[in-house]
C-alpha cells in the first residue's frame, strides 16, 4: 500500500527499499518518519520529524539488545542462548533479571532492589504459584479443561501471621464464568445463546454484609449486531443508540434525559448536546485531531507539534469565526497563544526523549522538569521555593526521604515512611494506616477484594470524619457516606461502562461529560431541586487529561 485515504479525503502515504521493508510514512499534514533497516528488515533506526531519533542494536537471532532514546540514553538487554532475556539495565545502570527453568518457564525475576518474585507451574504449563515480593503467595487451580477455577491467597503480617482466603470460579462445560464466590458475597452471571452477559446477580454473605455489601442485579441488553442497547442497574438504566457505523448517537439517562453525539466521517465526535442545549461544538486537523471546542462563551484551541503531543492551549473570548484570521501559520505561536483575548493559555515543551521539560502557563507561570537517565522525574522547579519539588527514589522507583538514611530502599514495595507521613499494611498488601505528624492519623479498611470500604480520620484524638463506600458486581464505587464533624453527606454514582456518568445527592445532582474516546472530563452539568434551568461548567486539562482550570458556561 503506497497510499491510504479516508473518508474524508486526507491522505497517508507510505514507502518501501526495494525488499518492500517500509521506510518512511508521511501523514496529511507533511509530517514524515523514516526507518533506516537493515538488509533484513532490522529496523536501526527511526527518524522522527521533530528531528530526533532512536536507534536499536540486534544480536544474530534478530532479537532487540539495545535501544538508544532521543537524549542518547541506552536500555539493555542481555538474553541467554535461547533469546529470552536474561537481564535488563536501564540507562541508570540498574538492572532486573530473570531467570527460567528447562521448560524455558519464568520461574523468578529479581528487581532493582534484588528482591524476587518466585512462579511455578504445573505439567501443562499453567501458573500454580505466585510468591511476591512483600512474601503475600497466590495459588490458582484449574479444571480439566484448563479454566481456572480457585485462587487462595496466603498473606503475610509484620509479625509474620500468614491467613487465607480464597475465591472459587464456577464454569460451564465451554469454560464461561457461571459464579465468583469469596468471604463477602456469591455472583452469578447468566449469558445469551450468544455468549454475551446478560446478568450479575450478587448475593451477599454475613461477612459481606458488615462491610456494607448489598444484593443487587445488573441487567444487560442487545441489539442482533450485539450492541449494548441497555444496562439497568440499581442506580439506574441507560439505553444506548447507534448509527449505522455503530457510533453512539444517543445515550437515554435514568432521568429520561438524552445525551447526543454528532459524528463527521468515519466516528469523529463534531458535537455534543443535551436534549438539544449546546454542551460542546468540535473543529479538527486533517489528522482529526480536536483544534477548536467551544466551552460555553470560551473557545478552546489546541495545537500539536510534529509528534503528535500537545505544544499549546488556550480558551478565548473571540468569536470563532476569527480564530482562522488569528492562527496564522507564518506567525509563531506563541504571539496568538498569549493573545489578550485569551484568559487561559498555556505551551509545552518537550526534550529529545519526549519528556515533558517545560510549561509556561498564564496563572501558574514557568515550571521546568528534570529527569534522570531512566526517565524518572528528578525535580519540579518553579522558580518559587514553596512551590519547586525535588524527588528521591530506590532502585526500584519507590520515593524515598531526603537527608536520612533510614531507609534507603523499600524491598518490599511497601513504603514505610516519606516525609512526616508513617504508612502501616494489612497483611495483604493494603494500606490500613497513615500518621501524619503526631497529631492527626488516618485508617482504611477494605473487603476480601481489596477494595476501600471505610476510612477514618483522627485529630488530636478525636474522630474528625468518617466515610463508608460501596461497590457494584464490576467493582464500581456506587456510593458514599460521609460524617464531618456531625453532619451527614449522602453520594451516589452512576457509570456508563468505567466512567462515573453520574453523582447524585438529596436535592442535586452532576452529570459528567467526557472528550471522545477517553477518561478526560469536558464539562458538567449541575442540577438543583427547585431550579428551573441547569449550570454547566467546562473542564481545561493539560496534556494529561489532569483538569487545571473550571469555568462556568456564563465566563
Given at each position: 500500500m503506497q497510499r491510504f485515504q479516508d473518508c474524508s479525503g486526507k491522505s497517508t502515504y507510505y514507502r518501501y527499499d526495494e525488499r518492500h521493508h517500509l521506510v518512511a510514512v508521511t501523514d496529511a499534514l507533511n509530517n514524515t518518519t523514516t526507518l533506516e533497516r537493515k538488509p533484513d528488515g532490522e529496523v536501526l533506526r527511526i527518524n522522527h520529524p521533530d528531528g530526533t531519533s532512536?536507534?536499536?542494536?540486534?544480536?544474530?537471532?534478530?532479537?532487540?539488545?539495545?535501544?538508544?532514546?532521543?537524549?542518547?540514553?541506552?536500555?539493555?538487554?542481555?538474553?541467554?542462548?535461547r533469546g529470552l532475556p536474561k537481564w535488563r539495565q536501564d540507562a541508570k545502570g540498574q538492572t532486573i533479571t530473570y531467570e527460567y527453568d528447562k521448560a524455558i518457564r519464568l520461574v523468578a525475576l529479581t528487581n532493582e532492589n534484588d528482591a524476587t518474585y518466585n512462579f511455578a507451574y504445573d505439567d501443562a504449563d499453567r501458573l500454580?504459584?505466585?510468591?511476591?515480593?512483600?512474601?503475600?503467595?497466590?495459588?490458582?487451580?484449574?479444571?480439566?479443561?484448563?479454566?481456572?477455577?480457585?485462587?487462595?491467597?496466603?498473606?503475610?503480617?509484620?509479625?509474620?501471621?500468614?491467613?487465607?482466603?480464597?475465591?472459587?470460579?464456577?464454569?460451564?462445560?465451554?469454560?464461561?464464568?457461571?459464579?465468583?464466590?469469596?468471604?463477602?458475597?456469591?455472583?452469578?452471571?447468566?449469558?445469551?445463546?450468544?455468549?454475551?452477559?446478560l446478568s450479575i446477580e450478587r448475593k451477599p454473605t454475613d461477612t459481606g454484609r458488615k462491610l456494607g455489601i448489598t444484593a443487587e442485579k445488573i441487567d444487560f441488553a442487545y441489539d442482533l449486531l450485539g450492541r449494548l442497547v441497555k444496562e439497568t442497574t440499581p442506580q439506574g438504566a441507560l439505553a444506548y443508540e447507534y448509527d449505522p457505523l455503530s457510533n453512539l448517537t444517543t445515550l437515554t439517562l435514568p432521568t429520561g434525559q438524552h445525551l447526543n453525539h454528532l459524528y463527521y466521517g468515519s466516528g469523529h465526535l463534531h458535537q455534543l448536546n443535551l436534549d438539544g442545549q449546546l454542551i460542546s461544538d468540535m473543529e479538527r486537523d486533517d489528522l482529526h485531531r480536536e483544534i477548536y471546542r467551544t466551552q460555553g462563551k470560551l473557545t478552546s484551541c489546541f495545537g500539536y507539534d510534529s509528534m503528535g503531543r500537545k505544544a499549546w492551549q488556550?480558551?478565548?473570548?473571540?468569536?470563532a469565526e476569527k480564530l482562522s484570521q488569528i492562527q496564522n501559520p507564518l506567525i509563531k505561536p506563541e504571539r496568538y497563544v498569549e493573545h489578550a483575548y485569551n484568559p487561559i493559555h498555556r505551551r509545552y515543551e518537550y526534550d529529545p526523549a519526549g519528556e515533558l521539560s517545560r510549561t509556561l502557563d498564564?496563572?501558574?507561570?514557568?515550571?521546568?522538569?528534570?529527569?534522570?537517565?531512566?526517565?524518572?522525574?528528578?525535580?519540579?522547579?518553579?522558580?518559587?521555593?514553596?512551590?519547586?519539588?525535588?524527588?528521591?527514589?530506590?532502585?526500584?522507583?519507590?520515593?524515598?526521604?531526603?537527608?536520612?538514611?533510614?531507609?534507603?530502599?523499600?524491598?518490599?514495595?511497601?513504603?514505610?515512611?516519606?516525609?512526616?507521613h508513617e504508612y502501616k499494611y494489612d497483611v495483604w498488601g493494603n494500606l490500613i494506616e497513615k500518621v501524619v505528624g503526631i497529631v492527626r492519623w488516618q485508617t482504611f479498611t477494605y473487603d476480601c477484594e481489596n477494595r476501600l470500604v471505610k476510612t477514618e480520620t483522627i485529630a488530636d484524638t478525636q474522630v474528625e470524619s468518617t466515610s463508608s463506600y460501596q461497590y457494584d458486581s464490576l467493582g464500581r464505587r456506587v456510593a458514599k457516606q460521609s460524617e464531618i464533624k456531625g453532619h451527614t453527606d449522602h453520594k451516589r454514582f452512576l457509570w456508563q461502562g468505567l466512567r462515573m456518568l453520574r453523582e447524585e445527592s438529596p436535592g442535586q445532582s452532576s452529570l459528567y461529560l467526557y472528550e471522545p474516546g477517553s477518561y478526560a472530563p469536558l464539562a458538567r452539568v449541575d442540577e438543583k431541586e427547585g431550579e428551573v434551568e441547569n449550570r454547566v461548567y467546562y473542564f481545561h486539562t493539560d496534556q494529561h487529561l489532569t483538569i487545571r482550570i473550571t469555568t462556568s458556561a456564563a465566563v
Open positions: 532512536e536507534t536499536f542494536t540486534y544480536n544474530e537471532l534478530g532479537q532487540v539488545l539495545t535501544h538508544t532514546d532521543g537524549k542518547g540514553q541506552t536500555t539493555q538487554l542481555l538474553r541467554n542462548g500454580i504459584e505466585e510468591k511476591r515480593i512483600d512474601n503475600l503467595t497466590r495459588r490458582f487451580s484449574y479444571n480439566l479443561g484448563g479454566h481456572l477455577t480457585q485462587v487462595e491467597e496466603i498473606g503475610y503480617g509484620e509479625k509474620g501471621e500468614q491467613p487465607r482466603r480464597s475465591t472459587h470460579l464456577e464454569r460451564d462445560p465451554i469454560g464461561r464464568l457461571l459464579a465468583k464466590l469469596n468471604d463477602d458475597a456469591r455472583q452469578d452471571y447468566a449469558y445469551d445463546d450468544g455468549d454475551r452477559l488556550y480558551a478565548t473570548t473571540l468569536p498564564k496563572l501558574r507561570g514557568e515550571t521546568q522538569y528534570e529527569y534522570e537517565a531512566n526517565g524518572q522525574l528528578l525535580a519540579r522547579n518553579t522558580g518559587r521555593v514553596v512551590d519547586g519539588e525535588e524527588f528521591r527514589y530506590d532502585a526500584a522507583a519507590n520515593r524515598l526521604n531526603f537527608n536520612t538514611s533510614r531507609f534507603d530502599h523499600v524491598k518490599d514495595n511497601r513504603l514505610k515512611q516519606w516525609a512526616n
